[in-house]
């Protein structure tokens, strides 16, 4: 068995015999809970009725527990940071004092450290606002996540953005909110916070005094990524490929481009190159909920005008805060910094609703954070009661004045967000999907061409190359086609029997697309877009000369591998409805290292 | 460790109390005996900037048998945002007179200095609060130094922000302004020193690589210089165009300019 003895400590107990005694009778009477979980370690907290030695026990599973990290100092707040872990490991543990283990070593106890820092591993957060009012409906929103989840409380990670314990924050309105409600998420999933203004009646953010700043141990020198804040009303960190930005929009709201707040984001900002950036604070910059309107109260109207600048400057794409009593989710936006009678259609980057089942999902053209690129902004704050309100708010898409939490799972380049109802209903989602290549493999079920034609030419010189393709013969329905000009985004993509050969996705919107009779056009010669200097679509059937053309050149093409394996696929995609229309070239005329030619007939 | 410290409360409108106010008002015919239900109204009512109702609930607290330490803390804050920063200091003395060990109680004895008009006893106290406070914060350090650079000590303000950053960590929110006062100081080296410490907590960053050049260049080392806000600018080069942000764009000029000013000086010598 190894032990690790927190440096500095050792020396301090005299008489084990004399612990040995104090911890039989102890109680854990808060936790175990999980906090900054990193590649290489987690900080496990508990508190017990009597002081003891601290002891966090760990291992590959149940009875096998071989590892121990002590505390001898006797406390009844425990906190041991859990080091030398491996990156996205499953370890069972128990906590206790140095003479025995007084909960864990089971099934019902266990962590995952953090996946490798950049990974597309998957992952999910469940989240939930102003959850501080324990009953029914709390239980409610708690056992739907846990049902919707599979049956296992467990996840990833736990945000909780404020007001998490009503009426004013207190340590024994936490226990009642928060460590009793959520015991069994607590001792799985690691937890993070923001501070709201209820936490403000009990706790202090300027001097990190009080109860909220008692219980947590966020991270606040960058221990798990990001730039180090040196407080925890503020600070960041790094999970997989998201990098999380957790403020203060109480005390801290900046009231100028200015202050170690604004400073410090700044810097975070950066540095950072994660694929996704959410941040999370309580106040939100839209809101129309009961007692809380975002264009009359300054603390949010402050974040609005000096944060959200600052944020989506650098391509921030989910803001999470609570505050007002209901669910409101706005379109994806960019650069509204004003009240909400000035807010326009010309702040959204996408008139969809981001739904996959509905207009399509949000979409952006690389991985990373892509500035002004768009961003959703959520008010998730009917974690345990809603309020009835108007939630009129112009920015805002959909409204619901229901209970519930939500559920957010980042795959790589996708990220998906559910809003799960106290009745265990999904009744929003959104998506928002990064990079613009073509899917590995074609698409299924599209509208075959009758006749369709398409030509390789590939020069020593890279910016002489191009492509072309057409495809018609068949009928091309204007409804499924969509709109490029206003939220359509629509993809034309070439594969060959091996792979992808050339194409790519071209989003909506901008000035190279045009409505055209019946269908549309994009021109474009600067050729930014895969090589396309233009996609046409005229809709329609084959007696009114319905078709599909592409065209692109340059070295944005890439360098195609010729000769193509039959069979060769080309196609063209409504991105947002999984509508197609393809053109499958069993044979070639011509294939050969620098020329291609397909038709059909 | 007191409960409720003196964070000010300050009511910015009433807008978004008005829950609050009526949460507590329940609360309080619920539990009309408990003093905690009426500091927390108390509370409620300092924010909505009614000071006197704010009082008379912090006075049946008491009434109720409040804990007279957290009472005086809370009669402080009242007073210290009402403008009434001598009563608040009276409070506050009373509480340390008790309770010497509420180090955190000495920065709002700081707060109430400063509005008497008395920056020396408040930076004294901002210092004492920052060195024996349980968790000092960036914005007590960044106060501190406001109020010694409001006396003219800059070399007292850097201290103040070595001695925050003693506690708080060696955060961007201070070890900035210490590389601005160390340069105001003409103590190039030492800012150029700051900045490595920084630069050794987290990822290479441009805004902090460029400070760098600019450090150099005011210090005269004008090869230096051009060989930082190079670096900076490669690595605003190196992220893709569409991850380069109003920010980066704006940083990007200003290096591009200050690379072609610091490259003129270099021919002209």
Redesign the interface.
């Known amino acids: 068995m190894k032990t690790r003895i927190r440096a500095g400590l050792v020396g301090v107990v005299t008489s084990m015999t004399a612990l040995a005694t104090v911890a039989a009778a102890t109680t854990v009477v808060r936790g175990p809970y999980l906090q900054t979980p990193t590649t290489a370690s987690m900080i496990v907290r508990w508190r017990t009725d009597l002081p003891s030695s601290s002891r966090v026990a760990i291992g590959p599973a149940p009875g096998s527990l071989a590892t121990n990290y002590d505390s001898l100092v006797p406390v009844t707040e425990h906190v041991v940071p859990v080091t030398g872990l491996t990156p996205d490991t499953l370890y069972y543990y128990s906590v206790g004092s140095i003479s025995g283990a007084f909960v864990g070593d089971d099934v019902d106890h266990f962590f995952r450290t953090a996946p490798t820092t950049g990974a597309s591993t998957p992952f999910r957060i469940w989240t939930i606002g102003d959850a501080g009012f324990t009953g029914a409906d709390l239980d409610a929103v708690r056992d739907t996540f846990k049902a919707y989840n599979g049956g296992t409380s467990a996840t990833d990670l736990f945000l909780l953005l404020g007001d998490n314990a ?3 924050g ?1 340590d024994m309105q936490y226990q009642a909110a928060v460590y009793d409600e959520h015991a069994e998420m607590l001792r799985t999933t690691p937890v993070y916070s923001t501070f709201g ?2 936490e ?3 706790s ?8 909220y ?2 219980m947590f141990s966020f991270p ?3 221990e798990a990524g ?8 503020y600070y960041s960190f790094d999970y997989a490929n998201v990098h999380f930005i957790v403020l203060d929009s109480e ?2 709201t900046p009231s100028s481009a200015s ?3 604004f ?2 984001l ?2 975070d ?3 950072t ?1 994660a694929d996704w950036v959410i941040a999370l604070w309580h106040r939100p910059p839209y809101s129309r909920g ?4 975002s264009d ?5 109207v402050r974040m609005r005008q000096f944060v959200l ?2 944020l ?4 921030v794409d989910l803001v999470l805060c609570g505050h007002s009593h209901n669910y409101e989710r706005s379109f994806f936006l960019d650069g509204h910094y004003g009240n909400g009678a000035s807010f326009t259609n010309a702040f959204k980057k996408d008139l969809g609703d981001g739904d996959p089942t509905g207009d399509g999902a949000y979409r952006k ?2 991985l ?6 768009g961003a959703v902004y959520v008010v998730d704050g009917s974690g345990s009661e809603h309020r009835n309100a108007t939630l009129a708010h112009p920015a805002h898409l959909v409204g619901l004045l229901e209970t519930g939490s939500m559920v957010i799972d980042i795959t790589g380049n996708t990220l998906t967000a559910q809003f799960l109802s106290g009745a265990g209903v999904i009744d929003d989602q959104f998506q928002i999907v990064k990079g613009s290549s073509c899917a590995p493999t074609p698409a299924s079920g599209c509208n075959t061409a009758v006749r369709g034609k398409l030509t390789v030419r590939e020069n020593a010189d890279p910016a002489r190359s191009r492509w072309s393709w057409k495809w018609k013969g068949g009928t091309i329905d204007a409804a499924d086609v969509g709109d490029p000009t206003a939220e359509t985004d629509v993809a034309v993509c070439v594969y060959d029997a091996t792979g992808t050969l050339f194409g790519g996705q071209v989003f909506h919107g901008g000035v190279a697309w045009r409505t055209i009779k019946r269908g549309f056009e994009y021109r474009d010669k600067t050729l930014a877009n895969h090589g396309f200097q233009k996609i046409k679509i005229r809709t329609g059937t084959p007696s009114l000369g319905a078709y599909v053309q592409a065209k692109a050149k340059g070295v944005g093409i890439g360098n195609p591998a010729l000769p193509a394996t039959t069979p060769i696929t080309a196609q063209f995609l409504n991105l947002d409805s999984g509508k197609c229309w393809s053109s499958e070239f069993t044979t070639t005329r011509r294939n050969q290292a620098d020329r291609l030619t397909a038709v059909i007939p | ?8 409360a ?1 009511a ?2 009433h ?2 109390l ?3 106010d009526a ?2 008002r329940q ?1 309080l015919a619920k539990r009309p005996d408990d003093p ?1 239900r009426h500091i ?1 109204r108390a ?2 009512l300092q924010m909505k900037g009614e000071w006197d109702a704010a009082l008379e609930e912090v006075e049946t607290a008491a009434a109720r048998g409040g804990d007279p330490d957290v009472l005086g803390q809370v009669r402080a804050s009242i007073y210290l945002d009402a403008g009434f920063p001598r009563m608040a200091k009276v409070e506050v003395d009373r509480v340390l007179a008790r309770r010497p060990d509420a180090a ?1 109680l000495l ?1 709002e004895r700081g707060r109430a200095w400063l509005a008497i008009g008395n920056p020396e006893a408040a930076a004294r106290d901002f210092g004492d609060a920052i060195a024996k ?8 350090v ?1 106060a501190h130094r406001d109020v010694l650079l409001g006396l003219g000590k800059k070399d007292a303000a850097l201290r103040a922000l070595d001695d925050g950053m003693a506690r ?7 070890e ?1 302004p210490a590389v601005d006062l160390e340069v105001e100081l003409g103590r190039y080296d030492a800012a150029l020193a700051r900045l490595d410490r920084l630069a050794a ?8 690589i460029a400070r760098r050049g600019e450090v150099l260049d005011k210090a005269g080392r004008g090869a230096q210089a051009r060989a930082e806000y190079a670096k900076a600018l490669a690595l605003i080069d190196a ?2 165009a ?7 764009v704006d940083l990007k000029r200003r290096l591009e300019m200050a690379l072609a000013s610091a490259e003129h000086r270099g021919e002209s010598r």
């Open positions: 009503y009426l004013t207190t203004n209820h403000r009646i009990s202090q953010d300027l001097a990190q005094t009080g109860p700043y008692d606040t020198l960058g990001g730039v180090g804040s040196g407080t925890e009303s005390d801290f202050g170690p707040m400073t410090w700044q810097s900002l950066a540095a190159t009961l007692f809380h309107n009359t109260e300054l603390n949010e600048p600052a989506e400057s650098v391509g053209a690389d990373g954070p892509i500035a002004n690129s | 460790m007191l409960a409720l410290g003196l964070a000010p300050v910015f409108a807008a978004g008005d829950e609050l949460a507590t609360e905690q927390e509370r409620v955190g920065y406070g349980p968790r000092p914060t960036p914005e007590q960044i708080v960590g060696h955060v961007v929110s201070l900035l907590t987290a990822p290479p960053n441009p805004l902090w992220r893709p569409a991850r380069r942000g109003k920010p980066f």
